[in-house]
């Protein structure tokens, strides 16, 4: 079975928030009117939102990505990967993917385990892609 994933920003929201996909916040904090799921475990360490920020010097993706790689070498992020539903898209506040974790996340997690794909931005979707890959039933926020 394969469990397909995306990202979005908040931006974004009312467009998934509208569609038959789960949300689910991967930030350290959500947007008050946010209805989905959160995966605290995704969520950039202090020091990597520091980093993200120009705070320490650090090459933030690095610190990232470290923090993945250790979640995977100590079986935390196979948990994380084992609560992912098809259609879920994971999101922030970012706006550009490319300057945002939650690329980081989607292909760092799709690229090591098996039947996890990354289908990229919510917002470069066709509607009739996702409606023809998730069927025509509606599902409810987790």
């Given amino acids: 079975m394969t469990t397909t994933i995306y990202t979005a920003g908040y931006l974004q929201s009312k467009s998934v928030r509208d569609s038959i996909v789960y949300p689910v916040n991967i930030a350290r904090s959500a947007p008050g009117d946010f209805e989905g799921a959160t995966i605290p475990a995704l969520a950039p ?21 470290a923090g993945l790689a250790a979640m995977e ?21 970012e ?16 690229a090591r385990f098996k039947g996890v ?19 025509q039933q509606m599902f409810t926020f987790l």
């Avoid at 202090?46 to 010097?57: H, R, V």
Wanted: hydrophobic fraction near 40%; charge should be neutral.
């Fill in 45 to 65: 360490s202090k020091a990597t939102f520091a980093a993200a920020k120009g705070e320490n010097g650090l090459d933030w993706k690095a610190l990232y990505v």
């Fill in 73 to 93: 070498d100590s079986g935390k992020l196979k948990q994380v990967v084992g609560s992912l539903r098809d259609g879920m898209v994971l999101m922030c506040w």
């Fill in 95 to 110: 706006d550009d993917a490319k300057e945002c974790h939650r690329l980081l996340a989607a292909e760092f997690i799709a």
């Fill in 117 to 135: 794909v990354y289908d990229g931005e919510w917002k470069d979707q066709p509607y009739e892609k996702r409606a023809s890959s998730r069927g």
